[in-house]
C-alpha cells in the first residue's frame, strides 16, 4: 500500500476551525413547490424578517472577511428566485470576491431570462434538483405537475449558457426503485456533479420512510461504483468517505465487499442501462472532507445560523453577531468539529476523524448531534485489513 494517494478524500486547504469551505444562504423560503422532503417546509410568500438587500450585503461582507480564498457562497431557498434583487446581490457578491452559486427551484422562474441576469451577474454555478427519471415520478415528489419539464428546460439553458451544473437526488425508500434511470438521465443530459442526497428526518422528510442503515451502505457503494463513469458526491453521506476509503484498499487487493440484495438490484438495472459502459474516468471525484459545522455553515432566512439546514439548532444571529466569530466561537460548532465528542459507534470508530457520520440525522432521530448516525451499518473495527487501511487513513488525513 505504499504510495497510497492523498486524493482519496480531499480536504479543504485552509484549517475548518478558522474558516468554512461552504456558505450556504436560505435567501427566502417563498416556493411554490410542496416537495415530500423539504427541509424548510416551504411557504408561498416571503417571510417579514428575511434579511433583506442591505443585511445580506453585510452578511457578504463578513463571509470575505473569513479571508483568502473565501468560501464557496451558495444562495438557496425555498425559491431564491422569488427574490427580485437576487441578480444584484449575486452581482454584489461577486464584486467583493466571492464565488457564488445558485439553487434554485424547478418553477416557472427558472427560465432564459432570470438564467441569463445570475450568469451576467457572476453566478458561476447553478445546483437543481432530479428526483424522478420521469415527469410522473418526479412532479409527484415534488408536489406540482410540469416540475420535472421546467427542470430539464432550466437544466439545458444553463448549460448553455455556460453555467456548471450540479444535480441534487433525494435517496430514500421512494427513489430505490428509480435511483439507476435517474443516475442515466444525469449522464445522457451532462452535469459537473451528482450529488445523491440521503434523506435526514426532518421537516417534511420526517413523514417519508427511512432507508435501514444496510441500505444505505448498499446504495453507498453502488454510488462509489458510478463514481468510475460519472462525477458523484453525497450530501449527508458522509460515510461515503468510509465507503471510498475501504474500497481503495479492497481495489488494491483484487477484493469485493459483501454487500446485499439492493446493491445486486441497482447494480443490475445500471447494467440493463449501460451505465458502466464506455470509458472509465481517469480519476475518480474523490469526497470532501466537509460536515456539519466543520467547514460547511448555513445561514438562515432569518439570519440564524446553524451547522447545516439540516440540523436546526441555532448558534447564533448575524443581525446580532458576525458570523466569523459566530462559526469560530459559539460552542454548537466547535464541539461538532471535536471528534473526541462523538457518542456510541461513531466515537469508537476508526473512521471518526475522516468520516463522523451525520451530525443531522444523528440529531433528527435521537435528539443529540453528537450520538452515532442511525444509518451507518458499520461496526467500528470490523474492516479486515487494518494495517492497510492505517496507512490510507493517514494519507488522507
Not at 240 to 261: I, M, T
Not at 299 to 306: A, N
Not at 313 to 337: C, D, H, Q, T
Request: charged residues 25%; hydrophobic residues 40%.
Amino acid at each position: 500500500m505504499s504510495g497510497a494517494p492523498r486524493t482519496l478524500v480531499r480536504r479543504p486547504r485552509q484549517p475548518v476551525d478558522e474558516r468554512p469551505f461552504l456558505v450556504i444562504w436560505e435567501a427566502t423560503r417563498a416556493c411554490p413547490l410542496a416537495c415530500l422532503h423539504c427541509r424548510a417546509e416551504a411557504v408561498p410568500d416571503r417571510h417579514p424578517d428575511e434579511l433583506d438587500g442591505p443585511a445580506a450585503r453585510r452578511l457578504m461582507d463578513r463571509i470575505v472577511s473569513f479571508g483568502k480564498p473565501a468560501p464557496l457562497f451558495v444562495i438557496t431557498g425555498g425559491d431564491p428566485f422569488q427574490r427580485p434583487d437576487l441578480a444584484a446581490l449575486v452581482a454584489y457578491g461577486t464584486s467583493v470576491g466571492l464565488r457564488v452559486a445558485v439553487s434554485p427551484s424547478g418553477t416557472p422562474t427558472l427560465d432564459r431570462d432570470h438564467l441569463v441576469r445570475i450568469r451576467d451577474a457572476g453566478a458561476v454555478a447553478l445546483s437543481l434538483s432530479l428526483d424522478g427519471s420521469t415527469a410522473a415520478r418526479h412532479d409527484a415528489f415534488r408536489g406540482v405537475p410540469g416540475v420535472f419539464d421546467l427542470t430539464l428546460d432550466g437544466w439545458r439553458t444553463a448549460r448553455e449558457l455556460g453555467l456548471k451544473v450540479q444535480i441534487n437526488t433525494a435517496v430514500g425508500r421512494h427513489s430505490l426503485p428509480d435511483l439507476a434511470d435517474i443516475a442515466a438521465l444525469v449522464r445522457r443530459e451532462g452535469a459537473l456533479l451528482w450529488s445523491g442526497f440521503l434523506l435526514v428526518p426532518t421537516g417534511r422528510a420526517g413523514a417519508l420512510d427511512a432507508l435501514t442503515a444496510a441500505e444505505c451502505e448498499d446504495v453507498l457503494h453502488f454510488l462509489y461504483d458510478l463514481g468510475a463513469r460519472m462525477p458523484v458526491k453525497t450530501t449527508e453521506g458522509h460515510h461515503f468517505r468510509r465507503v471510498a476509503l475501504q474500497r481503495a484498499v479492497l481495489d488494491r487487493r483484487g477484493e469485493r465487499p459483501a454487500l446485499g440484495p439492493l446493491h445486486a438490484r441497482l447494480t443490475a438495472r445500471a447494467g440493463e442501462l449501460g451505465l458502466f459502459e464506455g470509458e472509465r474516468r481517469t480519476a475518480r471525484r474523490p469526497p470532501m472532507d466537509v460536515s456539519s459545522g466543520r467547514g460547511f455553515v448555513f445561514v438562515s432566512h432569518t439570519g440564524e445560523v446553524h451547522p447545516s439546514g439540516f440540523l436546526p439548532l441555532s448558534a447564533g444571529n448575524v443581525k446580532e453577531r458576525g458570523l466569523p466569530e459566530i462559526y469560530r466561537e459559539s460552542e454548537l460548532f466547535r464541539s461538532l468539529r471535536d471528534p473526541e465528542r462523538l457518542g456510541g459507534r461513531c466515537g469508537a470508530c476508526e473512521f471518526a476523524r475522516v468520516c463522523g457520520g451525520s451530525r443531522s440525522r444523528a440529531y433528527a432521530v435521537t435528539g443529540d448531534p453528537l450520538a452515532a448516525d442511525p444509518w451507518c451499518a458499520y461496526r467500528p473495527g470490523s474492516f479486515p485489513h487494518q494495517d492497510e487501511l492505517r496507512e490510507v487513513l493517514a494519507c488522507a488525513g
